[in-house]
């Protein structure tokens, strides 16, 4: 069963921070996600990686396969990226996802 | 959106009765998830299908039944509900249409139950 660890647990930064989420597993995976959830709301798919980086608008993935470990990281983090952000690996195929327990951000004005 | 959609959106119910909670999508995405989400243990995996009639049990299957009779529906069955499932159940699609492959999964609303 693969163990996944995400840190910090809470994470509260002022508008404008670069921001890094981190993500670690034990066992080795097909892929990584990096999922978003506002209060309240759903969850959404940010980014999937098997290897390198990836970058959406001020969204920045990475992941290093042979350290089993993976960040986030968000640029000139504004009030709006607030949420819980969350990590989960898929061994691939019909797998299911294997969750981290998330990071809480608040972004201050 | 990826086109999923869940029912109920909330239920109250109380202990012993069953409940069935709906997923449909409309995407023909090959495999269906069900997850729970809880304070303190995150998101977990209920039971998935990889195929009409074809399912298997995730890592808190106990107390859960699936069925999955058409592409795009799978239901999650609580035969007799008990306080500990009080959760918010997430459905989530993914496998990429007949002929394609992806790994990205795509969530459905939520469904908020409550046993009392």
């Known amino acids: 069963k693969n163990e996944v660890e995400q840190s910090p647990q809470n994470l509260t930064a002022q508008e404008g921070e670069f921001i890094t989420i981190n993500c670690s597993y034990s066992?080795?995976?097909?892929?990584l996600h990096w999922l978003q959830q506002h209060p309240g709301g759903g969850i959404v798919s940010l980014f999937m990686?098997?290897?390198g980086k990836k970058k959406h608008g001020r969204l920045i993935a990475t992941i290093n396969i042979q350290e089993k470990h993976s960040s986030l990281h968000i640029t000139a983090s504004h009030p709006r990226d607030s949420a819980v952000y969350i990590c989960a690996v898929t061994g691939g195929g019909a797998d299911g996802l294997t969750f981290g327990k998330g990071t809480h951000l608040i972004i201050q004005p | 959106d990826a086109g999923i959609t869940q029912s109920p959106r909330h239920k109250v119910t109380e202990t012993g009765t069953p409940v069935t909670l709906r997923c449909h999508q409309t995407?023909?995405?090959?495999?269906m998830y069900w997850y729970r989400q809880d304070p303190g243990h995150g998101l977990r995996l209920i039971h998935y299908?990889?195929?009409?009639?074809?399912?298997d049990k995730g890592e808190v299957s106990d107390g859960y039944s699936v069925s999955r009779s058409k592409t795009e529906d799978f239901l999650l069955t609580l035969e007799s509900a008990t306080s500990s499932q009080t959760s918010v159940y997430f459905c989530a699609i993914s496998g990429g249409l007949a002929g394609t492959y992806t790994m990205e999964q795509f969530f459905g609303p939520g469904t908020r139950l409550t046993v009392l």
């Open positions: 990686l098997s290897s």
């Open positions: 066992v080795g995976i097909s892929a």
């Open positions: 995407e023909n995405h090959r495999y």
């Open positions: 299908s990889y195929g009409v009639k074809d399912t």
